[in-house]
């Protein structure tokens, strides 16, 4: 790794230097201590691992071996030793005053918090996990978790880790067909739902998605549907199905001892979007998360036991997941959750959250960042935002100008902005500013963490040169890393360790983004090199969105791209040919993204949709993306385009 000199960082232009009084009490506080750690762990990782899992986790019974990496890409961490997630988040800290410690602040939508001590949280999840059992769901069942942003989502969650179901958390803003299809992709036993939840001042109905999914007999291996009662909405339940959260679980007994799982055992599958076929459920093991989800939430936040840590992503995405729930409990800190989102009727939603809960960490997402410049700096001057100490960003590349806003308007200049890199299938952040220890550089996510043997390469696996634009990958498993794809070894071989093999014949991990690194070694990440779209940090596959168009009856072929979009990163666009003897226009058009919204969910429906006869194609029939996004983009046609079967399909397709 090339060295981080202050000189040569300036030379660069615009870099910010971590705050003295932050770098004075950090864990890690200068730059000369981030690299002696580096070359800690590069001089034997299985060390450094072993070490930091033994003093970060509670184990039942410890581990033997480190890693094994006999059988790549498929690792073992920590064979040997037993441990549990919801003993490492909860039963740890009940020994000290921290019992009595805020664990999680709830805001509820409507206006209503809640508040749960280390103590409260113990028993609600104690309770839970006897809930679980009492249906008769046990070590190794996969449980789906289809819910609103309540407190119950989360103590659901850890009633799982707690008994040894995995979870397999589904956003509440898909579709019943996508949940449908995760459902029976997963075998999953049983589903906790909730009624509804609030969305924008309004209730929204959950459960009948969860009653259309099972529909038919669709999902055979469903056995139970406990049901979270939030927005007391008129909630039709099956006899013999459907159980009421608070009548099930308010009875149980608090006493319910964490089941010991050993390292790799399966935590939870969590299901994300690649280049091709269905989402894939992306499988963490117990061990390797934990430690993933702790260790990068301490480095990353520098965390102090006065810390009140907020991150508004949802418990439906990894993030959430990370950052939320398990990293912050695994650390004993205070985590808020918040069910609502930022309006026109109520810009300063967040920032009051801030002023109120006395925020001292905040993570969000660039898109939600450049929502809030766009309503002028005149709504978060309103609040008390003092607490703040560091803010992050996650999900997307941040333009320069939105970090810029973000560390002046929100952060006064005094917080660090942090931007993470990292994926559902890395389980925790790769690639980030220490608070205490990296000059920052607007749009950059700096270097890799301690450990991380991050790299920008060719198709060969070797590294490009300074500034060259190359594929991100990685060269050594992570303690975070994800298992397999549920259901699919193969699978997980060829999506992410078939791409780069490096020149000693090893795998190197795929992450699907391009990158180039500066000449001080920070990492730009560019976004994705293959057919997955960003929209609003969401990550969406072209081809599900192309299978959810054909399945309509009008539609005979379909192409999906993204295009740059100036608030939500990316917004999809939709090349369409009909059936013969229809022709599109705008009621098809909307029918077809309603189709979508459907289909998938809300935030797959198409920004555009362009009708026309033909696609750009290959003489051997293959779809020209590249011509596809230009077009989408307005730009002009360049490149290569003497393989294009008919050109003038180009004129017809230019908006
Ligand atoms: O393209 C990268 C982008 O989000 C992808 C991972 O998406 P997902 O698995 O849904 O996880 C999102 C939250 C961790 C990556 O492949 N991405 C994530 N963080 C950044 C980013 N792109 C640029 N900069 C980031 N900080």
């Known amino acids: 790794m090339s060295q981080v000199t202050i000189e040569s960082v300036l030379q660069e232009g615009r870099v910010f230097e971590p705050p003295a009084e932050l770098a004075a009490g950090a864990r890690i506080g200068s730059m000369d201590a981030y690299r002696e750690l580096v070359a800690r762990v590069e001089a034997d990782p299985d060390a450094f691992w072993g070490q930091q899992a033994r003093e970060q986790l509670h184990w039942f019974e410890p581990f033997h071996t480190v890693l094994d990496w006999s059988n790549p890409p498929f690792a073992r961490w920590f064979e040997g030793g037993s441990t549990n997630l919801a003993y490492n988040c909860l039963d740890r800290h009940l020994q000290g005053p921290r019992a009595e410690k805020t664990a999680l602040i709830w805001e509820g939508e409507p206006g209503d918090s809640r508040r749960f001590s280390y103590r409260d949280l113990h028993t609600q999840v104690c309770k839970a996990a006897n809930a679980l059992k009492a249906l008769g769901i046990g070590k190794g069942d996969l449980v789906a978790l289809y819910m609103p942003m309540v407190p119950e989502a989360a ?88 159980r009421w959260w608070h009548e099930l679980v308010e009875a149980q007994s608090a006493d319910c001892p964490a089941e010991p799982m050993a390292s790799e055992d399966r935590l939870f599958v969590l299901y994300t979007s690649g280049s091709t076929g269905k989402p894939k459920g992306v499988v963490h093991t117990t061990a390797g998360y934990n430690l993933w989800a702790h260790l990068t939430f301490q480095w990353i936040f520098d965390i102090r036991d006065d810390d009140v840590h907020w991150c508004t992503a949802d418990v439906g995405w990894i993030t959430g997941h990370s950052y939320i729930v398990y990293g912050p409990l695994s650390n004993g800190a205070t985590t808020v959750m918040y069910e609502g989102a930022p309006r026109p009727s109520k810009p300063g939603a967040f920032w009051e959250v801030i002023e109120k809960h006395k925020v001292s960490l905040f993570y969000t997402a660039p898109t939600a960042i450049r929502a809030f410049m766009k309503s002028g700096r005149e709504v978060p001057d309103q609040y008390d935002m003092s607490s703040l100490r560091i803010l992050g960003t996650v999900g997307e590349p941040i333009n320069p100008e939105a970090w810029m806003w973000y560390r002046q308007v929100i952060g006064h200049d005094r917080c660090p902005v942090i931007d993470t890199w990292w994926q559902t299938e890395t389980g925790g952040v790769m690639i980030s500013p220490l608070p205490g220890a990296t000059p920052t550089k607007p749009g950059s996510a700096t270097l890799p963490l301690p450990g991380i043997a991050a790299d920008i390469v060719d198709n060969e696996g070797r590294s490009v040169g300074i500034d060259e634009g190359g594929y991100l990958a990685v060269r050594r498993p992570w303690p975070g890393m994800m298992r397999t794809v549920h259901g699919d070894p193969e699978r997980f071989r060829k999506s992410y360790w078939e791409h780069i093999i490096g020149a000693d014949g090893r795998p190197l991990y795929f992450a699907g983004d391009g990158a180039r690194r500066d000449a001080d070694g920070y990492y730009w990440v560019m976004g994705r090199v293959d057919d997955v779209i960003s929209v609003s940090g969401h990550r969406l596959g072209s081809m599900e969105i192309e299978s959810a168009l054909v399945s309509h009856p009008a539609v005979a072929e379909a192409a999906v791209v993204g295009r740059p979009d100036p608030l939500k990163g990316e917004g999809i666009v939709a090349f369409v040919t009909l059936q013969a003897g229809l022709s599109g226009d705008d009621t098809l058009g909307s029918e077809l993204r309603r189709h979508v919204g459907s289909e998938i969910g809300p935030i797959a429906r198409p920004d555009e949709i362009r009708f026309s006869d033909a696609l750009p194609k290959t003489r051997s029939g293959k779809i020209m993306r590249r011509i596809l996004r230009a077009l989408a983009a307005g730009e002009e046609v360049s490149g290569d385009t003497s393989t294009l079967e008919d050109r003038s399909v180009l004129d017809a397709l230019r908006g």
Request: proline share 5%.
């Open 155 to 242: 103590i659901a969650m850890l009633a799982c880790a707690r008994i040894g179901a995995p979870h397999s958390v589904v956003f509440g803003g898909f579709s019943a067909e996508a949940l449908r299809d995760r459902l029976i992709d997963g075998g999953v036993k049983a589903v906790i739902t909730a009624d509804g939840g609030f969305r924008k001042d309004k209730a929204v109905a959950l459960k009948p998605a969860v009653d259309q999914a099972l529909a038919d007999g669709a999902c055979p291996t469903v056995e139970q549907v406990l049901v979270v009662r939030r927005t007391e909405q008129p909630t039709a339940m099956l006899e013999g199905r459907d």
